[in-house]
């Protein structure tokens, strides 16, 4: 969560006030050019990463697409990505005509550093670590890895913008990283993406492909435009702009209620033996927009979610929205590259592990403070029942 949370007369006034002030100059519809509201979010996001250059996109998958393609990748290649992610990116790659490659995840949910290098071959061209559900993957061993064989890094940052590593914002350690502003997101403009990077050159390469190709070469009209690759389109309007700017404003108190309200969980949790908090990378200061936890066996597990939901509380993505995030049930596209659902399994043996004894909570940051401390009840009213024996 929780962008969505804070939609509000402030996006109505800034969506009202595109129209309005730009009308006579771009008639009724004043959404495209010259993205002005575009580039203006592109520079703040920028900047709040702490990067030099941001690239505005449709959404986050098609942010995904867009930086590997400015990263060479091509028919045959083979791109690295863990086992716990959304779908989103595999279908990227695979769409390019590349092959995933999967890595199972450790106690972080995240890419496994050891296995990731144990994949690498002479066909690898990209590591994508996932940030899931706020918490990073850890950018120091997977920079290593990459460094020693000489290959490019793209963070799938969709699920944790807002979170650190060390000093500096998560996402300004890779060589691109890619962001979504859907309506589950930390930030929301409805749908949209971003890609941000170091590098000039991949930088412009995104900027052509996402516009047909166009170099927007200041010395042509743009009917004449230069060109030096096929491109598509994947251009956001003004809307996505415009929302973009006034969300980003909202992202401190986002990310300090996640925090708050995060650490009435935490708190709970700690005080039984029978659980374990998902382990999170020392350099990493998370998002807390979810509290993931695991039992000892997978029928805990299960039996406290079953509670949760006959008490109309929920969970995020874990195990609720498992299908969707978790590449052991994508035997349809698996298939296309030898695997099939027994195989899958026994190759996210370690991974499946992990999950099917964990429980993501998650964190509503614009909630009352006593419906928060009723969830608290209710949690550890079904954890003391189920736990007693254990």
């Known amino acids: 969560m929780p962008g969505f949370e804070f939609i509000n007369d402030l996006e109505k006034k800034a969506i009202l006030d595109l129209f309005e002030k730009n009308k006579k100059k771009y008639g009724t519809f004043p959404l495209f050019r010259p993205r002005k509201y575009v580039k203006k979010f592109e520079e703040k996001f920028a900047n709040y990463i702490g990067v030099k250059y941001a690239c505005c996109v449709t959404s986050g998958t098609a942010a995904i697409k867009v930086a590997l393609i400015a ?8 791109v690295i ?10 279908e990227a790659i695979i769409d390019i005509g590349a092959k995933p490659v999967l890595v199972n995840v ?21 590591i994508m670590p996932v940030h899931m559900l706020g918490v990073a993957a850890d950018m120091d061993k997977i920079n290593k890895v990459a460094k020693k064989h000489k290959i490019l890094v793209i963070d ?19 060589d691109m990283c890619t962001w979504s502003f859907d309506n589950g997101k930390t930030i929301t403009t409805g749908e949209g993406g971003m890609i941000t990077t170091n590098n000039k050159e991949f930088f412009k390469l995104c900027k052509e492909y996402m516009d047909h190709g166009h170099e927007n070469n200041p010395k042509f ?3 004449r435009d230069t060109h030096r690759i096929p491109g598509f ?7 996505t702009g415009i929302i973009g700017l006034v969300q980003l404003k909202k992202i401190g108190k986002i990310i300090k209620n996640n925090k708050f309200y995060s650490q009435f969980y935490i708190k709970l949790l700690k005080k039984y033996k029978g659980i374990n908090l998902r382990k999170i990378p020392n350099k990493n200061k998370p998002l807390n927009d979810c509290v993931i936890f695991n039992f000892t066996n997978e029928k805990l597990a299960k039996t406290f979610v079953k509670k949760l939901n006959e008490n109309n509380l929920v969970t995020k993505n874990v195990p609720d929205a498992i299908e969707w995030h978790y590449a052991m049930y994508w035997d349809h596209i698996f ?5 099939n659902k027994s195989k899958l399994k026994q190759k996210l043996k370690k991974s499946s592990y992990i999950l099917n004894r964990s429980v993501s909570l998650p964190i509503f940051a614009n909630e ?3 419906k928060v401390k009723n969830k608290i009840k209710i949690i550890k009213f079904i954890l003391d029942k189920m736990l007693k024996n254990e």
């Open 71 to 78: 990263a060479g990748v091509k028919k045959g290649d083979e």
């Open 81 to 90: 990505i863990q086992s716990f992610t959304f779908v989103a990116p595999v």
């Open 106 to 126: 450790d106690e972080t949910l995240n890419m496994c550093p050891i296995e990731l290098e144990k994949k690498i071959t002479k066909k690898t061209k990209v």
């Open 156 to 174: 799938d940052n969709c699920e944790a913008l807002g979170a650190k590593w060390g000093n500096k914002m998560l996402g300004a350690q890779s």
């Open 221 to 223: 009209p743009r009917g």
């Open 233 to 239: 389109n994947f251009r956001p309007t003004e809307l």
């Open 335 to 339: 298939k296309l590259f030898g695997l």
């Open 368 to 370: 009352k403070i006593g």
